[in-house]
């Protein structure tokens, strides 16, 4: 076992334990922090995979903008932090059968890749950032892409501003 | 190769030929080496920020007219040791209904996202913790970490006070982040790589990008400002009205690292604008790029400027409303961080392969054609404004 | 170190215990004597009234709503500004401008509808 080997078990407990604490935390700002340890280890994760600009990303917007907001709709919608509500609904079968599915479609795919030690390291290009940024405006690759995501993306807000707008 | 032109490699072989000849393996001297190195960098950082204290405590002090901190040792530089002595001997008071975990890590990872910015920082051409290719965007990141230390003091402390500034703090910093990240893009388009040394270099062998963009510096000046919390952007402290907001509740060291850590961030912040858009190491003394120490020297003396520069505008400019603050970021900055972005981006694809003062002049040029620009639209909305404020008061006299 | 990231985490690391050492120092040795006026709520003297944890103005949300589509967006930004700059560039580097013009005025576009709608204000 090598280091890169351990430091991924170590993310990986990272990740599932607090994936745990997330789900089971009462408070609901904890749970909120619990989830951003695992987005932290997702971000390690990346890196162990040799992709840092992933990492960098999933920290600047998981953990700087989605965390930040989830942290900010629960201090702002609920009325009372303390209130130790229920954790679970009436619809926490139908939740568990999703999950049992997903699970199930995880693995029946997983299983097609024939996980192997000895398979060799894929090389990554030492330019890789600046061959990202070639396949996202070159046209006979991802700039048709690239553009509908802004699209995608201002979609978003619009749908944002209209239910901010009616909450108001 | 010598001492004097590459220090760090001349230390690293000696204490590998050390560590290795009293049989210790090959990776584990490396990894002690670099921690070594870690710590020591980590220390001087702190060192300096035990000097900060006292050119802040000055430097204010001569902003309003008083001699600041004279008593002890020359000019009063040893003022921040009893300053630090008192910090730590002083009692820890957590307050009684708070979130005790969260509440002490807060103070820990505020100090630790700023620590976080110098290993990026490149203190001379072969000085540097570590030559990131995506050292912006970690600048970025890091600053994540700090927004969230302030949402988490604000929220463990239990105090009404404390989560308002801590409210107040994250909007300012999330919102001034966009004009942050735009006003960081320009660097990167200009030197085509997001490494610090790969913009220092660039700047080397080019023009400074200050001289290339100027509005671009003053977007990041202006939003940097803002990110560190510091006047006129500091509406989170607002002594008057909710007495120093998410940190009302520390107190003794803990108070300390939030302290301290503003400090740090505040000279951290000028030390990347002298990098990213004063040429790093290459001045004010000549053969910075060849002699390490003099790099360091030009790195640190730039960012002390700016450091004086960012307290320069907090001790004279009157501190913010919050609906000014965020009208001022969504409706002037943002837009003006994309309009240069995009001026930024097509002047610098159309004349780039021009010669260099060709190409320095059209990006100057085209700079200040939209810095001027931005000044008539300001000026014309000011007047109509002026004129909606006057029209009406002679019907209400009647 | 040959692998940056490594040297990043050691750091990072090192970065977060650093901090932690002061505190530990002044929890040795200042004194603790905790009584619950002392520990009470700070609020310039006067008692707290109610929860301390209130709902405070849910305007800030909005902001943060507006901040993350922005801040999606320009991390595909960095690559295009580093495309900018290619070496042997797949289209002209005009081109390239261009395309991310047209990225940036799609964003701008959401923006002055944010505007237009007063979602801006804080009112």
Redesign the interface.
């Known amino acids: 076992m090598d280091a890169s080997q351990i430091i991924f078990f170590l993310s990986a407990a990272l990740i599932l334990v607090s994936a745990l604490f997330v789900v089971t935390a009462r408070n609901l700002v904890h749970a909120a922090l619990w989830l951003i340890a695992t987005l932290f280890g997702v971000a390690v994760l990346y890196v162990l995979l040799e992709a840092g600009f992933l990492a960098v990303v999933q920290v600047v917007v998981y953990i700087g903008a989605i965390a930040i907001l989830f942290i900010f709709a629960v201090m702002l919608t609920r009325r009372d932090l303390l209130s130790q509500s229920s954790q679970t609904n009436a619809n926490w079968p139908v939740a568990l059968g999703v999950s049992a599915l997903s699970l199930a479609a995880i693995a029946f795919i997983a299983r097609g890749f024939g996980f192997s030690l000895d398979r060799p390291l894929a090389p990554v290009p030492t330019d890789s950032l600046e061959r990202l940024g070639q396949a996202l405006v070159s046209p006979q690759q991802f700039v048709l892409p690239f553009e509908v995501a802004s699209v995608l993306l201002v979609a978003a807000l619009v749908g944002a501003v209209y239910v901010a707008m009616n909450k108001k | 190769m010598n001492f004097w032109t590459d220090p760090i490699k001349v230390i690293y072989d000696w204490l590998m030929i050390t560590l290795t000849g009293w049989g210790m393996s090959g990776w584990l001297a490396?990894?002690l080496i670099?921690?070594l190195g870690?710590?020591v960098l980590?220390?001087a950082a702190?060192v300096l920020d035990i000097l900060l204290v006292w050119v802040e405590r000055k430097v204010v002090a001569r902003f309003q007219d008083r001699l600041g901190p004279n008593r002890v040792g020359p000019f009063g530089l040893f003022q921040p040791f009893p300053d630090i002595i008192k910090?730590?001997?002083?009692?820890?008071?957590?307050?009684?209904?708070a979130?005790k975990v969260?509440f002490?890590l807060a103070?820990?990872?505020s100090?630790?996202s700023v620590?976080?910015l110098?290993?990026v920082i490149p203190l001379a051409a072969n000085v540097y913790?570590?030559?990131?290719?995506?050292a912006?965007?970690?600048l970025?990141?890091a600053?994540?970490?700090g927004?969230?230390s302030i949402?988490?003091a604000g929220?463990a402390s239990?105090?009404?006070?404390a989560?308002?500034g801590a409210?107040r703090m994250?909007?300012v910093m999330?919102?001034y982040?966009?004009p942050m990240?735009?006003a960081l893009?320009i660097p990167?388009?200009l030197?085509?790589?997001?490494s610090m040394k790969g913009i220092t270099l660039a700047q080397q062998d080019g023009l400074w990008f200050v001289v290339l963009s100027p509005l671009g510096m003053l977007l990041f000046l202006v939003a940097a400002i803002a990110e560190l919390g510091r006047a006129p952007f500091d509406l989170s402290e607002g002594e008057s009205e909710i007495?120093s907001g998410f940190h009302?509740?520390y107190s003794?060291?803990?108070f300390?690292?939030f302290y301290a850590g503003e400090l740090l961030h505040a000279f951290t912040f000028g030390a990347f604008v002298g990098i990213l858009f004063f040429g790093g190491w290459n001045w004010p003394l000549p053969w910075g790029d060849k002699y390490p120490l003099i790099g360091i020297f030009n790195v640190l003396a730039k960012g002390m400027f700016f450091y004086w520069v960012i307290m320069w505008v907090k001790y004279t400019v009157p501190r913010l409303r919050?609906?000014h603050m965020?009208?001022f970021n969504?409706?002037f900055l943002?837009?003006l961080a994309?309009a240069l972005?995009?001026v930024t981006?097509?002047v610098?694809?159309?004349f780039?392969d021009l010669p260099l003062w060709a190409y320095g002049l059209a990006m100057f040029l085209s700079n200040i054609l939209l810095g001027w620009a931005v000044l008539e639209i300001l000026r014309s909305n000011a007047r109509q404004e002026r004129a909606a404020e006057e029209t009406p008061a002679p019907a209400a006299q009647h | 170190m040959q692998n940056p990231w490594v040297y990043l985490g050691l750091f990072l690391l090192v970065g977060i215990i650093i901090p932690i050492v002061p505190i530990a120092f002044s929890a040795l040795i200042a004194p603790r004597k905790p009584n619950p006026i002392k520990q009470s709520t700070y609020e310039c003297g006067i008692e707290t009234v109610g929860e301390s944890w209130v709902q405070f103005k849910a305007q800030y949300y909005v902001f943060a709503l507006v901040f993350l589509i922005f801040d999606v967006e320009t991390v595909f930004l960095f690559p295009w500004a580093l495309a900018l700059n290619a070496q042997n560039p797949a289209v002209l580097p005009a081109f390239i401008a261009i395309e991310g013009v047209i990225f940036i005025l799609i964003l701008v576009a959401g923006l002055v509808y944010t505007w237009r709608k007063g979602l801006l204000e804080w009112a």
């Not at chain 2, 910090?87 to 209904?97: N, Q, R």
């Not at chain 2, 913790?129 to 995506?134: C, E, F, M, Q, S």
């Not at chain 2, 030197?191 to 997001?194: D, E, K, L, Q, Y």
Request: aromatic share 8%; net charge negative.
């Open positions: 490396d990894v670099n921690l870690i710590i980590i220390t702190m910090l730590i001997i002083k009692e820890d008071i957590t307050p009684a209904g979130d969260v002490n103070p820990i990872l100090l630790a620590i976080f110098w290993a913790g570590v030559d990131l290719n995506v912006l965007l970690y970025v990141a600053g994540a970490i927004t969230l949402i988490m929220w239990n105090n009404k006070y989560l308002l409210y994250v909007a999330i919102s982040e966009i990240i735009v893009l990167t388009l030197a085509g790589t997001m007495v009302i509740e003794g060291m803990k300390g690292l919050i609906d965020l009208a969504w409706k943002t837009p994309f972005l995009i981006a097509v610098h694809a159309i780039k």
